[in-house]
């Protein structure tokens, strides 16, 4: 499935610049969880990298399961990993005070993605934008 990020969603370096300017001063740091396609894997490390030296929490992806790798190299281990992480990724969004979108420039977002999407929507957790080339 191939869709944009919702309109809907703000800029992601709009947060960043509002974390960062008070992060001296805060007592306990928000928690950001990054969603998006792991074929953003660098992307994802960027933004992991930012939110993190701006005093955050950062909750995401731990996987790449488009990287060989014995655990996932069986069908079927693939297919229950999957849905194991999936439910793990739903946690790390309960537990966030923000969540970000990371796409490429195209906004491209994957039906996991988007289900993220309408799932931090749906627990009213503010939700960003965050293009990396």
């Given at each position: 499935m191939t869709?944009?990020?919702?309109?809907?969603l703000r800029p992601a370096t709009e947060l960043l610049a509002e974390l960062t300017a008070g992060a001296d001063e805060r007592i306990?740091?928000?928690?950001?969880?990054?969603?998006?396609?792991?074929?953003?894997?660098?992307?994802?490390?960027?933004?992991?990298?930012?939110?993190?030296?701006?005093?955050?929490?950062?909750?995401?992806?731990?996987?790449d399961m488009k990287r060989p790798h014995p655990l996932w190299s069986d069908p079927a281990d693939a297919a229950r990993l999957k849905h194991r992480l999936d439910r793990l990724h739903r946690h790390k969004i309960d537990r966030a005070d923000h969540v970000v979108i990371v796409t490429d420039p195209t906004g491209y977002v994957g039906a996991s993605t988007l289900a993220e999407i309408v799932y931090a929507h749906d627990l009213g957790t503010p939700t960003w934008h965050w293009a990396l080339p």
């Open positions: 869709a944009s990020a919702p309109a809907a306990n740091p928000p928690t950001v969880c990054l969603c998006g396609s792991t074929r953003f894997w660098a992307q994802l490390a960027e933004t992991n990298l930012r939110f993190t030296a701006a005093g955050c929490l950062v909750l995401a992806p731990g996987v």
